[in-house]
Structure formats: C-alpha cells, structure tokens
C-alpha cells in the first residue's frame, strides 16, 4: 500500500496544486482583463492623440502626378463670373503618364445647368469605389470636383492607412476628359455616370458649398480620413446642409460603391424601373469613348443612350 509521503503521490499533489494555481491565476487574469476594460479604452485614445500629433497635414511633399496643385476658386464681386486656378485639364497618354496642364478657367455660374454623380469602380469588391460629381453649364462646359487623397510618390492607397492619417486630402477640380477619361481610357475602371434631379439653382448652391471646402484646403493642409473624411461623406454633408435630405446611416453609404442605390431610394437620381435596370442603363460603355476626342463629353452621355436602348 503506497503511503501519502511517498514520491509518486508528492508529483501527484505538486501536478495537483500546480493546475489548480494555473485555473486561479487564468480566472484572476480573465477578471483584471474585465477590470482593465477602461483602461484598453484609454490607452486607445491616447494612441490615436499620438497620430494626430506626429502625423500632421502639410503641402510640401513630393506628391504624385495629378495632386502636384491644388485649386483655388475666386469669385467675382461683381457678376456671377468665377476664376479657377490650378483647374486641371491632363491629356494622360498612360495610366502614370500625361501631358500636364494646370489652368485657370473662368466660368459664369449663372450658366449652370445641373450635376451629375459619377461612381468609378477600381477594385473588384464592389463596395469600393470613388465618388464625385461634374457640374454642367449650358454652353457644354463641365466642372468635375473629386475629393481624393493626396498621395506622394511613393504611397499607394490602403483604407487602413486612411483610418491612421496616413494622406492628406485633394479636391481635384478638372474637366470630364481629364479626371474621367483618365478612369475610362488608361485605367478601364467600371465608372457608371448619373444625372441628378437637381435644379440648376440646387446645383449652384452645392458647387458654392463645395467651392468654400476647396479653398480651406488650398489655405490649410487637411488629413483624409478613409470613415470620416471621405469623398462619400463630404459630398453628404454638404447636400444635407444645402437641403432637408437626410441620408440614412447605413453599409451603403460607407461603402461608396454602393451609393448609388441610396440616390435611387431617394429619388435623387433619374431612373425608372428596378435599380439593378437603372444601374445597368448609366453604365458609360468604355469602348465607345475616345478619350483624345474633342466630343469626349457628347460621347460620354451618348454611351449612356445606346447602353439604354
């Protein structure tokens, strides 16, 4: 009969002792960890103080081709004439390579005549994409304002980064034959292009609107934010501070690739029948664009007719 005091039971009680000080010391630290929970939350915040402390906005990098500019638009004191500087007007021969030309155009705001949305998809997850409009005037000019990051030259886009300041943020404003075309001919994005209800009164508002946030950026370097400071909820809030539209918080309006069907349940955009139908209808056809043509806009809006009958 083996006695309590011999060295196999020891090693049994040791083993013993051992897994019930393992079990008290995981419950203590599952307790602490609870307990601790504020503090997670704490030291969170102060991460992201940190950020906002070493990573700060600047406009002197080496910044990649098409975001070397930044626009600026002066408004006349004495008619509805406005002067855009730095209005881009690319000829892109490439997807990374153009004929640069930075511009300053006058347009008469009196002159405008609606907008339109533009939805580019660059990725094959729908839900991303890239949001921005053109406004259009009645002797056929275009206005295209595209809120992007702005990227150096050796950055690539990553929504993760957007989230920890990584970019700061370009307002491009350009003609369709550039900011489109370059989406269109070089880089063979799905890119579906959507007339809006907007009165041209409606439309001049939202361009004044969007006009003060292009010169704050031109006067103030300001960081890109992938959730908060995107070229989706830029352009929401600025409609809902011009009217009583009220877009609904939801994946669809996160996701820029999915907005669209948001304008459609809002009836902010043309369009009869089921959304997918419409969707389909105000998809530009690619290989029916040139993007060297001197009718680029006519033909961009002609690919929309023949891809609706």
């Not at 300053?104 to 533009?118: A, E, H, K, P, Y």
Request: aromatic residues 12%; contains cysteine.
């Amino acid at each position: 009969m083996a006695l309590i005091g011999e060295p196999a039971d020891r090693i049994k009680i040791v083993i013993l002792i051992e897994v019930l000080s393992e079990n008290w010391l995981i419950m203590s630290i599952r307790k602490k960890i609870f307990r601790s929970f504020g503090f997670v939350v704490v030291s969170l915040a102060v991460f992201y103080i940190v950020i906002l402390l070493l990573f700060r906005p600047s406009h002197d990098r080496e910044w990649q081709l098409g975001h070397e500019a930044l626009p600026q638009i002066v408004y006349s004191t004495e008619s509805s004439q406005i002067s855009i500087a730095n209005y881009r007007n690319f000829a892109w021969t490439e997807v990374n390579a153009a004929d640069i030309q930075y511009e300053t155009r006058s347009f008469d705001l009196d002159q405008m005549s609606g907008v339109d949305v533009i939805i580019s998809h660059f990725d094959d997850f729908e839900g991303l994409a890239h949001i921005f409009l053109s406004f259009g005037f009645t002797d056929g000019n275009q206005v295209v304002v595209s809120l992007e990051t702005r990227r150096e030259s050796d950055e690539s886009f990553s929504p993760l980064l957007g989230i920890l300041r990584q970019y700061e943020m370009i307002y491009v404003v350009g003609s369709e034959k550039d900011v489109v075309g370059v989406r269109t001919g070089h880089r063979d994005e799905r890119v579906y292009l959507y007339p809006t209800k907007a009165t041209p009164e409606q439309a001049r508002r939202l361009f004044d609107l969007l006009a003060v946030k292009i010169n704050d950026v031109y006067n103030a370097p300001t960081m890109y934010n992938t959730l908060t400071n995107n070229c989706t909820n830029e352009l929401t809030r600025s409609v809902e501070e011009m009217s009583d539209i009220d877009f609904p918080l939801t994946w669809k309006t996160i996701l820029p690739g999915y907005f669209d069907e948001v304008l459609y349940d809002l009836e902010l955009i043309d369009g009869e029948g089921a959304f997918s139908a419409v969707k389909d209808r105000h998809l530009i056809d690619n290989t029916q664009v040139d993007v060297t043509s001197e009718t680029y806009r006519a033909d961009l809006r002609r690919s929309l007719s023949a891809s609706m009958d």
